[in-house]
């Protein structure tokens, strides 16, 4: 694997540059941008708490995914293969759930308690 910005090459795995922070792609010659607009934003968050479930459940699931700023600064956007966009977003429904439900949103609660 080779970050298309810095030209690292990354061991079988690994699909984030840690310090480009960007998707690696599997060979150079390939469009690193089609590989980057595979990508889409699923979540901006600016709890830590919530990214550590995040991974662990993403792992779990075999869902490819990285975080946009990690090593930067809060907020940090989470970015999840497109095709698996709507698999993650599944995933996060409780989560988002309850993390709006511990800071104020009313409508979600609503929502939540009639299921
Ligand atoms: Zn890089």
Do not use: W
């Amino acid at each position: 694997m080779f970050c298309p910005q810095c030209k690292s090459e990354y061991q079988e795995g690994v699909v984030i540059c840690c310090d480009c922070n960007i998707p690696l792609v599997s060979a150079l010659k390939c469009e690193p941008k089609l590989e980057v607009a595979d990508f889409e934003e699923i979540l901006i968050t600016n709890n830590e708490a919530d990214i550590a479930i995040i991974k662990s459940l993403f792992d779990s699931e075999g869902i490819v995914y990285y975080f946009l700023g990690e090593h930067f600064a809060f907020p940090i956007r989470l970015m999840v293969n497109k095709d698996q966009a709507d698999e993650a977003r599944e995933l996060l429904k409780d989560l988002i759930a309850s993390s709006l439900d511990n800071n104020n949103s009313d409508e979600n609660s609503k929502e939540t308690e009639e299921k």
